[in-house]
């Protein structure tokens, strides 16, 4: 009888966890393509493009050549000034007056207000960070100077950040609503 009861709730073990697959097979495909990247190497040495979706995946995409990509409104890291607090944890400040030396980004109070926001709420210096408008809409990628890890994050910026994608590798150079 023991030897049964096994196999019955081993097949429904079984069936369950096909069934959660499948599951969450079907909420991936649900997914909705939100913005297009042109992706390039941290070193400059290519090209790659990338169709972001609003559960946060990123998928390689093919390249287009008709399509019109917003480049990014580049922010010098030495804006931001590193401080130690006396537990010894990091926290950043902006220079304002280096700041507001761009005129790309002093052109928006927006772009200001994020670049602040960033430095609140960062933990480590910060090695690139990038501005992106897209109509009514602000996005950010950032990469931090922390450790071997070569990833960057999209964000974006209404009120409050809000984490879109990450990326493995390499830095956004142009960004398109889908």
Known sequence: MNKKRATIISGLIVVLLLGTL??????????????????????????????????GKVEKSRSSQNKQFVKPIEVDPQVFVDHTDKKNNIYLTVNEKALRKNKQVSSDENWVKLTKLIAKRSKHAIAMLSLFKLGDDYYVFLKYNAGLSDDGSLYQYKSSLTKVAKLDSGKISGLKEK
């Open 22 to 55: 499948l599951l969450l097979k079907h909420a991936d495909n649900n997914a909705s393509a939100i913005l297009e990247a042109k992706i390039t190497a941290d070193d400059g040495s290519g090209t790659s493009f990338a169709t972001i979706y609003d559960n």
